[in-house]
């Protein structure tokens, strides 16, 4: 091993499970959790770079710089080409499953095999390090990225989750579009994705996990063979401020849908410090007694013909500069689940959780969690947020072990505030 690598085992003996962190002399960071007991592979190459990232300055150069609404998304799509061909292509010859994704915060290039995992991490390594954009293959890509902004156009779902963002933030990026618009593409050049690409795809900025069928050794083997050593670049993100208030409380509008839907949030007052692993557990196990289908709110929605099993959904949606409980689905009367939700959020206030009801949730999601570590995906995705998040897997995990009634109540009185919720509703075409 490299003098300059640095290699820590992280453990846990609650889990009594492992895996290796690893500081590569190239700068990236290298997470190998083996599986001996699993068929296949599944990798992640990803970066610290999503849609909300548009002004951003290195610590190199004095100003910052605006860069054209949906550049991190179109430059994952470039990344696939090469001179040669294109990734996809290179993965189908050996049989293994690629994809990639951008999200408002990392872009993620992945793939998944039960057989060559050699070969398709050194196809991975290669075209993530070898961008290859020109004037022609930029304009060829509007056309394509253009044809999937207007679907997303097109889906209700997205719509109405995009409406309730605008509806929540006034000024952080969170609120656009992870694509962009066909009108911010059309500025993007292929100076401007080298310019991102070498500003965020430097690998003190990225992070591998490879999880399943492999070995430290030979993952360790093909990144000192594949990795080009880069000088690291710090990044700042630069958001205006974002005030502690909503732009407006409902926003309503008639697609082509079989039943109205709606979302519902509550927006988090974000403070600068970054939410720890037992902040992030502590929420999941009060919207899990709020809102799962065993709580009395959904209990008494689901008896009153409000809302159905198959829709209703929520979630904890965090990230720089932002944060909001959700809550969404299908229902006659979506106001009616929206004055519900409010209702139960002024009840918590008021009577608090038992301590009963927090250990019965905390053992159900610390069990979810740990069944979660039999996925090879779900692990090397997890492992990768966290990171991204400055957070540890195990630690969260562990977190649900120590989570009592007072650290539930506390997050009740900062989080819940009936001047900060907001509601997006989609109405049939045909509905008076």
Known sequence: MSAEMKNTLVESKLL??????????????????????????????????????????????????????????????????????DAFGRYAEIGASANAYTSFETTRYLFSCTENAEQALE???????????????????????????????????????????????????????????????????????YRCYNTFYNLNNMALCVCGNCTEEEVLALCDKMLKKSEPVEVERVFEEEPDTIVQPLVEEKLPVACPMFQFGVKEAVTGAHRTEKDLAVTEVLL?????????????????????????????????????????????????????????????????????????????????????LNSPDVIANAVMTMYFNDRELFRYIECFSEITAEDVNARIQTLFDMDKTAASIIRPLDEA
């Open 16 to 85: 009594r499970d492992s895996y290796r962190c690893v500081k590569h002399a190239s700068g990236l960071t290298v997470f190998i959790y083996p599986k001996a007991e699993m068929r296949s592979t599944y990798a992640v190459f990803g970066t610290r770079y999503g849609s909300i990232d548009k002004v951003f300055k290195r610590s190199d150069e004095a100003k910052a710089e605006t860069t054209p609404a949906g550049i991190a998304h179109f430059l994952e799509h470039k990344l696939f080409e090469s001179e040669d061909g």
């Open 288 to 372: 899990d007694i709020m809102a799962s289908d065993s709580s009395p709110m959904f209990r008494k929605l689901l008896d009153a013909g409000l809302v159905n099993e198959a829709s209703f959904s929520y979630e904890y949606f965090e990230g720089t500069g932002y944060g909001a409980l959700l809550f969404g689905g299908e229902s006659g009367n979506p106001e009616a689940v929206c004055d519900a939700i409010r209702e139960e959020m002024a009840r918590l206030k008021r009577e608090g959780v038992k301590e009963e009801d927090v250990r019965r949730s905390a053992k159900s999601l610390y069990g979810a969690n740990v069944s979660g």
């Open 123 to 193: 196809i991975l390594l290669d075209f993530v390090q070898s961008p290859y954009f020109t004037k022609q293959t930029v304009e060829k890509e509007l056309g394509i990225i253009g044809q999937e902004i207007k679907m997303y156009d097109d889906d209700p779902q997205w719509r109405m989750m995009f409406s309730l963002l605008r509806a929540m933030y006034h000024t952080h990026p969170i609120k656009d579009d992870i694509a962009g618009t066909v009108e911010s593409i059309a500025e993007i050049t292929p100076e401007y994705l």
